[in-house]
């Protein structure tokens, strides 16, 4: 109880990256480095007692403003990421947007990074009266060395859901991309503009659409990359991700949308000479369509082991950020998501609740039950 009483969030989230550091095997001075800058990124935030209620946030179910997430590669170790709200309880959104950029410019100094891409496009996603569901949430990938790689996601919507497709163009635009919304599939809605900033070999811009009642078969034909994913490898993981083929393999099994949580896909472009894009991801809420973190753990083995990577760090990771039972919640493994890159082997991310503010207790049934015209039909 006392302890209860004096936990900060700061003090959970720290502790949380400390340990995932070690489950991935960072040294013990970039894991010290990183709490701090997550501590700094966080700011006033980071002093919040947890037994205050929390601000509103949609980076988490809980509202915490932190996220982790491991992206997995074949053959060498999965890299940790934090997604941060750095204007978490600024009071309005404006604010927080204000802070979130002048944050971002902090680290931008303090790494040596510039952030002329996104001062381009201040404008556009930081009005003077923003609209939902964000304003900046920057994330900072934890590589070896104390420095991370760095990148923003922006709000499509800040100048209204109506005028998201035009931000987004826009915004495309003025980055050189001039025909990269002309290639994006139909989506339901804008949900991020991301960017990279800072030392990465080929930096990204990315577009992430929200996929109201997406189907396996749906998101096959999302992938707009040429010589893109096989729709085979989609599918599988689709299916794997919401639970969907408990059935034989070989089996054409029936298409169930995702009626609950969307899905989502991540539409990533390195280039502006073809106007295509060079990277897909599908992302899966497994969260949504799993009765307890067993299974979603179990899900994501399967699409770690079928990939060719090793599911020993997630496993580890899992315990670093909690010590309750997988089966006594659900939503500690927020998506899954399938990552193609051009010429390169698929690899799979796995993001991570902190939890610090509540464990949404486990579904009692088994989610979803194939419909019965599905499966005839
Ligand atoms: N919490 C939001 C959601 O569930 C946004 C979000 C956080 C998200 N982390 C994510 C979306 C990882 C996709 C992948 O949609």
């Given at each position: 109880m006392l302890r209860r009483n004096t936990e900060t969030l700061g003090g959970h989230a720290a502790r949380q990256v400390l340990r995932l550091c070690e489950a991935v095997g960072l040294s013990g001075a970039d894991s010290t480095e990183y709490a701090r800058t997550l501590l700094t990124v966080l700011g006033p935030a980071a002093e919040r007692p947890l037994d205050l209620p929390p601000e509103q946030s949609f980076l988490s179910d809980d509202h915490t403003p932190v996220e982790f997430s491991l992206a997995f590669v074949p053959d060498a170790d999965p890299t940790l990421r934090v997604l941060l709200e750095p204007g978490y309880g600024a009071g309005s959104l404006a604010e927080n947007g204000r802070v979130g950029l002048r944050v971002v410019r902090e680290m931008a100094r303090r790494w040596g990074f510039d952030t002329r891409r996104l001062d381009e496009l201040e404008d556009l996603f930081f009005p003077p009266e923003p609209e939902g569901p964000l304003a900046l949430w920057c994330a900072l990938e934890?590589?070896?060395?104390g420095v991370p790689r760095a990148k923003v996601y922006l709000n499509p919507?800040?100048?209204g859901q109506e005028r998201s497709a035009d931000t987004v163009r826009e915004a495309l635009r003025r980055l050189g991309h001039r025909r990269a919304f002309a290639a994006l599939p139909e989506g339901d809605r804008h949900l991020f503009f991301a960017l990279d900033l800072g030392d990465w070999e080929e930096p990204r811009v990315k577009v992430y659409l929200v996929h109201q009642d997406l189907s396996a078969a749906d998101a096959a034909g999302l992938s707009r990359v040429?010589?893109?994913?096989?729709r085979k490898e989609i599918k599988r993981f689709f299916r794997t991700a919401a639970g969907h083929d408990i059935d034989v393999d070989g089996f054409d099994h029936p298409d169930v949308p995702l009626d609950r949580r969307p899905g989502l896909s991540c539409h990533a472009f390195t280039e502006s000479r073809t106007g295509l894009p060079s990277g897909f991801t599908l992302h899966i809420p497994v969260r949504d369509y799993a009765r307890h973190d067993g299974e979603a753990l179990d899900r994501a083995v399967a699409v770690l082991r079928r990939h060719g990577m090793d599911p020993a760090p997630l496993v580890r990771a899992l315990s670093a950020v909690t010590s309750r039972r997988l089966q006594d919640g659900v939503g500690l493994i927020a998506y899954l998501g399938l990552v193609h890159q051009q010429g390169r082997a698929p690899r799979m991310n796995a993001y991570i609740s902190s939890e610090a503010y509540e464990v949404r207790p486990p579904a009692t049934v088994a989610v979803p039950a194939p419909r019965p015209e599905a499966v005839h039909s």
């Open positions: 934890l590589v070896p060395g919507a800040a100048s040429d010589g893109g994913p096989r």
